[in-house]
């Protein structure tokens, strides 16, 4: 016969599984059946005992095999975290980091995550797939969102100090716009930073 693991990890069998028939020339006084209870460990093809007695304490014996499979996915749990990018634009995950507390009647057998890199094109929410295997090949998947934050600030480096000769009698300078000599530097692209200066260009 073939028997199912059930949500514990337990199945017990009795007679009715394994009897084809039995008879005897006086009358049968019991049947049972060694072992009854298998678990995980026991999965596949598993050796058991029928055993007959009649009235006067006669016995025979026969084996069958019993078939324990296990059918019931995991249960995958999922849940959402926050990362930062390093000073490189970079981060990264496994898939312990987005597990909620994934569970299984027997054993997990591994634990998968679609997407372990992050980088700074990923600044935002990001959906990624938890693939849970149990030990039996049953499968179950969940998702989870990785928020992906950028919290290191740009560095500036500003141009020198300049010194501005007067050529007129108003004693007054319209300042230029320096932004242009800016360096800067960031883990991200620095492209997408806005430059102001104060007091603004064309002030005197």
Known sequence: DTVYLDATGNVTIDTSNVVSSVYDNTLINAVWVNPTMFNCSQVGPNSVTLYARDTNRNMDSCSATITVLDTIPPAAVCQN????LDSMGNATITALSVDGGSSDNCAIASLT???TSFDCNHVGANTVTLTVIDVSGNVSTCTATVTVEDEIAPIVYCP??????????TCTYVVGDFTGEVNLWDNCDTSAITITQS????SE
């Not at 020198?160 to 007129?168: C, I, S």
């Not at 007091?199 to 064309?202: F, I, K, L, R, Y």
């Open 81 to 84: 975290i926050t990362i930062q």
């Open 113 to 115: 995550v679609s997407q």
């Open 160 to 169: 020198g100090d300049k010194d501005v000769l007067l050529k007129n009698t």
């Open 199 to 202: 007091p603004a260009a064309g």
